[in-house]
């Protein structure tokens, strides 16, 4: 039996999603886990003998301009290596998880070993600003083993920081009893769209990364020629913006904005295609969750996405920003129900064997065993 610190961002998101469905299958399995952050992980809804949650608290002094979260991070993660006696400690994202724990093995009495988890923005987004760049590098280089969620985040990685460490790709995973298809009789009656309408969904946390107004134009393309709805679920920065696109477009009637949900796979039971058409994305879980739910997607040929959805045998790819190429495929997909099924079921078979969360969790538990006996 392990014991395993985690840290992770504990709100809304693809990273903490991940690394709060890895602490609770590791606990599943026998090891002890403790989740250290600012709140307690969102996913960590129910009760489990070996879960355990320690809350970093930040003083508000008045001499400090800036409340010091990093230093009251590492002190926690100081405290609980030595209390608990944490053989590895966790981190996911590079910055500023990883430095501060880099920190706290160098202040804990005991010894443990850092593994650290780079999940995409801490790199494409953190890597460019030149500020952080050598601290980024520092953290990865002197965690005792890195993973990331896909290959492509490997090679940006070692592209933009030449960093000297191997880095192991770890797929992401989802929880496969909760991302099942289901059937929803009431659902779709309950947000008013008719049987005979088509459902198209985007979820996100409508950064401009996510390109929404993308999803927008390519939906006033295909209610054209199918009748559907489209789902827009999730909150964030682009949101007004996004609901004022949908009035000037007068798609009011038929763009129904969900903000955000916690029932995702019910609302991926009631879809027939999922959309996101991002910028940047180092894995994209959302397609991972879609596909679970046999819904298939269309998503752009950017940064892990291709590793996740292969074109034309469980999705569509499509060059960034190509409205027309995306409509196109929705249309094809939803006037073709015999291509829809195959793709769905295509889909499905995809995630549940290249992703399946009891290989990816054996994956992370070899990474573990290999920095302990180092
Ligand atoms: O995409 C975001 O804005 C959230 C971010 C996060 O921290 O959860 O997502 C990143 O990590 C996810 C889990 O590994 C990946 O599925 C997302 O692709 C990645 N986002 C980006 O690379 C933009």
């Known amino acids: 039996m392990l014991k395993i610190g985690i840290t992770c961002y504990p709100t809304v998101g693809g990273s903490g999603v991940i690394a709060t469905e890895l602490g609770k299958l590791l606990a599943e399995a026998g090891h002890e886990i403790h989740f250290i952050s600012s709140s307690i992980p969102f996913r960590l809804d129910n009760f489990h003998p070996r879960i355990f949650y320690h809350e970093v608290e930040i003083n508000h002094y008045p001499v400090f301009q800036y409340p010091p979260y990093d230093l009251a991070l590492t002190s926690k993660m100081v405290e609980i290596i030595d209390q608990e006696k944490l053989d590895i400690l966790h981190v996911h994202y590079a910055m500023p998880h990883a430095i501060c724990a880099i920190l706290a093995r160098d202040i804990a009495s005991h010894k443990v070993k850092i593994v650290t988890t780079l999940h995409g923005t801490d790199i494409t987004v953190l890597g460019i600003d030149t500020t952080f760049r050598k601290t980024i590098k520092y953290a990865i280089e002197q965690s005792d083993a890195v993973t990331a969620v896909s290959r492509s985040l490997v090679d940006q990685t070692m592209e933009m920081l030449q960093v000297n460490k191997e880095i192991e790709v770890i797929y992401n995973f989802v929880n496969e009893s909760e991302y099942v298809k289901e059937e929803q009789l009431a659902l779709k009656q309950q947000y008013g769209i008719k049987q005979d309408e088509k459902v198209l969904i985007h979820i996100s946390n409508f950064r401009k990364v996510k390109r929404v107004q993308d999803v927008i134009y390519t939906f006033n393309l295909v209610r054209d020629k199918v009748k559907s709805k489209l789902l827009l679920v999730g909150d964030g920065p682009e949101y007004s913006s996004m609901v004022k696109l949908v009035e000037e477009l007068q798609l009011v009637d038929d763009v129904l904005f969900l903000g955000k949900q916690n029932n995702i796979s019910k609302l991926l039971s009631v879809s027939d295609i999922l959309l996101l058409l991002s910028e940047k994305e180092s894995f994209g879980l959302v397609l991972l969750e879609a596909n679970s739910c046999e819904v298939p997607c269309i998503a752009t040929n950017v940064g892990g996405i291709p590793e996740v959805i292969k074109h034309e045998e469980t999705g569509y790819l499509?060059?960034?920003?190509?409205?027309?190429?995306?409509?196109?495929?929705?249309?094809?997909?939803?006037?073709?129900?015999?291509?829809?099924?195959?793709?769905?079921?295509?889909?499905?078979?995809?995630?549940?064997?290249?992703?399946?969360?009891?290989?990816?969790?054996?994956q992370y538990l070899s990474v573990y065993d290999k920095v302990l006996s180092q």
Do not use: W
Not at 351 to 357: E, I, K, L
């Open 318 to 362: 499509v060059d960034l920003g190509d409205i027309e190429q995306s409509a196109a495929y929705c249309i094809d997909l939803l006037t073709d129900e015999a291509k829809l099924t195959r793709i769905s079921e295509n889909a499905y078979l995809h995630a549940r064997n290249t992703f399946h969360s009891a290989s990816i969790v054996k």
